[in-house]
């Protein structure tokens, strides 16, 4: 007898066979085995979960290289500019020492005083040129960011906190401080008011 006609004898063996497989499906549903289909789909969301982490964290390295080049091209003068403000500073005292009153009547002293002032000049646009700014804060409020206080100045008049004396200018390029400013600050007058109120 062939199989085929033992399948038409036994209709009763061919649904016990499809019901043990129905049974076989829902206990490995139940023992927490899925289908393919579910295994796939998890796959994908997990797949499409790492590229998307992937793709944000290449943004993230490409925008922080655009910012490392932006600052290295911003700050890259900067120690070479820290060393030569010394050089500024002596321009300063080197005016700063000279006679004044009947000595500058004097040919030879007159062009050696327009000759160290037009020098410092062109010193400070070369430095503005490579966005280096000087810090001259007479008559500001003191910031501990930017200034460096040397003494109190004692002074009624003038309100506590103010910048009355400037002992050696500070420097800044583009937003960061290269050398505070070293500062005489006031004392004993009024409070001083504060910043948002200054800026109303």
Known sequence: MSNETANKANPDEIDSEQTAEQ????????????????????????????????????????????????????????????DMLSVGDNFRRALEAMPEGDALKDPSVKSLVDGIQLTER??????????????????????????????????????NGTVVQVV?????????????????VSKGGPKAAPKADADA
Request: a negative charge; zero cysteines; proline letters at 6%.
């Open 168 to 184: 050696q200018p500070g420097y800044v390029i583009a937003d960061r401080v290269l050398r505070p400013a070293m500062v005489g």
């Open 23 to 82: 049974a076989a499906e829902a206990a490995a549903d139940e023992s927490g085995i899925d289908d393919p289909v579910t295994v796939l789909e998890r796959e994908v969301a997990d797949l499409k979960d790492q590229l998307l982490r992937a793709l944000a964290e290449a943004e993230n390295t490409r925008r922080r290289a655009e910012r490392d080049v932006a600052d290295a091209r911003r700050y890259s003068v900067a120690g070479f500019a820290r």
């Open 122 to 159: 062109e010193f400070l646009n070369a430095l503005e040129k490579h966005g280096i700014a000087k810090i001259e804060p007479h008559g500001e409020r003191f910031d501990p960011n930017k200034h460096q206080a040397m003494f109190e100045v004692p002074n009624e008049e003038v309100p």
